[in-house]
T-cell receptor
């Protein structure tokens, strides 16, 4: 059973608009969440993270929101740029569990000029 | 400057050949991981290690094997490559899952 779900395989937005990527999780023991960005033929790179004690974390154009009661987090990119076109992975971590991150299946974002 | 290195970046090899994909990190991380990613995007964990002489199989069954003789080095070996092994292989390391993983640039393997 998948513990971290990214239900949208793809998302297409216009340059300058907002991109919203969603992620749901089922394990209430997760206490840390991360977003990774991946270009084709490259490894994923860390983008932004959030602790479960917060509901928002912002870094430049990127903001992650966490709704613990709904077990939902989202990544907002404002404004979106063509260079943001990539696959975005949501990942979750439980301090009391395995040391492994649990990844979602990814969402492919395309930002059109 | 990359702290985790994967070689080669691209490899095209014939069926039946033995190959070793190299992964080295300079961060002193105890934990290292190998993922396989097909064009369908999902990252599949195939092997991981929490320290020297410790290796475990991941969530996706793989015919590959790994070794961890030194902290910084985590090579992956395929004894007899097959076209079904064609994929991108990603190596990662971490101090703790909470700190996230640092990924290498990956090896794109094509078996013909």
């Amino acid at each position: 059973d998948q513990q971290v779900k990214q239900n949208s395989p793809s998302l297409s937005v216009q340059e300058g608009r907002i991109s919203i990527l969603n992620c749901d999780y089922t394990n209430s023991m997760f206490d840390y969440f991360l977003w990774y960005k991946k270009y084709p033929a490259e490894g994923p790179t860390f983008l932004i993270s959030i602790s479960s004690i917060k509901d928002k974390n912002e870094d430049g154009r990127f903001t992650v929101f966490l709704n613990k009661s709904a077990k939902h987090l989202s990544l907002h990119i404002v404004p979106s740029q063509p260079g943001d076109s990539a696959v975005y992975f949501c990942a979750a971590y439980s301090q009391g569990g395995s040391e492994k991150l649990v990844f979602g299946k990814g969402t492919k974002l395309t930002v059109n000029p | 400057e990359a702290d985790i290195y994967q070689t080669p970046r691209y490899l095209v090899i014939g069926t039946g050949k033995k190959i070793t994909l190299e992964c080295s990190q300079t961060m002193g991380h105890d934990k290292m991981y190998w993922y396989q990613q097909d064009p369908g995007m999902e990252l599949h964990l195939i092997h991981y290690s929490y320290g020297v002489n410790s290796t475990e199989k991941g969530d996706l069954s793989s015919e590959s094997t790994v070794s961890r003789i030194r902290t910084e080095h985590f090579p992956l070996t395929l004894e007899s490559a097959r076209p079904s092994h064609t994929s991108q292989y990603l190596c990662a390391s971490s101090e703790s899952g909470r700190n996230g993983y640092t990924f290498g640039s990956g090896t794109r393997l094509t078996v013909v």
